[in-house]
């Protein structure tokens, strides 16, 4: 049992830090994405020479981190996952999860690998800076939504 639970906190950790992901409206994603680019140019601080050479390889990182993101285990998406969870049979349910751990992998091992980047482009503070005003976007996204989810009717 104790398995079982652990494999189940696993994915629903994983699926809920994709946050930002769009599911059905493009626009929305776009909207999120302008927001987020707002929100880290405050934090940030950029000056014009460093937004130059620092929104190019945040593009460039943010395409790859997308990619990885939308990586679908067995060819689900999460919805799918979510729905026919009691349906799959225990040899599927690890196989998830390995892809889902392998795809977290993936991605923190882009997080690492961007890293020197990001110092070239704005200096060592400010590339700190970036990761943790990355995890604050999303903290602060995922407050957002559950604040307009509450609203809903």
Same mark, same amino acid.
């Given at each position: 049992?104790?398995?079982?639970?652990?494999?189940?906190?696993?994915?629903?950790?994983?699926?809920?830090?994709?946050?930002?992901?769009?599911?059905?409206?493009?626009?929305?994603?776009?909207?999120?994405?302008?927001?987020?680019?707002?929100?880290?140019? @405050? @934090?940030?601080?950029?000056?014009?020479? @460093?937004?130059?050479?620092?929104?190019?390889?945040? !593009?460039?990182? !943010?395409?790859?981190?997308?990619?990885?993101?939308?990586?679908?285990?067995?060819?689900?998406?999460?919805?799918?996952?979510?729905?026919?969870?009691?349906?799959?049979?225990?040899?599927?349910?690890?196989?998830?999860?390995?892809?889902?751990? !392998?795809?977290?992998?993936?991605?923190?091992?882009?997080?690492?690998?961007?890293?020197?980047?990001?110092?070239?482009?704005?200096?060592?503070?400010?590339?700190?800076?970036?990761?943790?005003?990355?995890?604050?976007?999303?903290?602060?996204?995922?407050?957002?939504?559950?604040?307009?989810?509450?609203?809903?009717?």
């Amino acid at each position: 049992m104790n398995k079982i639970s652990l494999i189940i906190g696993i994915l629903l950790f994983s699926f809920s830090s994709i946050d930002a992901q769009p599911e059905h409206r493009p626009e929305d994603y776009k909207k999120v994405e302008a927001y987020k680019t707002k929100f880290l140019t @405050e @934090e940030l601080d950029l000056s014009t020479e @460093e937004a130059q050479r620092f929104w190019p390889v945040y !593009n460039e990182y !943010n395409k790859k981190l997308q990619e990885l993101f939308n990586l679908k285990a067995e060819n689900l998406g999460r919805k799918e996952i979510r729905d026919q969870w009691e349906k799959l049979d225990d040899s599927q349910l690890k196989e998830i999860t390995i892809q889902e751990l !392998n795809k977290q992998k993936m991605i923190a091992q882009l997080k690492l690998d961007y890293y020197p980047k990001f110092e070239a482009a704005v200096g060592k503070r400010k590339a700190a800076t970036f990761y943790r005003a990355e995890m604050e976007f999303r903290k602060h996204l995922v407050e957002m939504l559950g604040k307009r989810r509450r609203k809903r009717p």
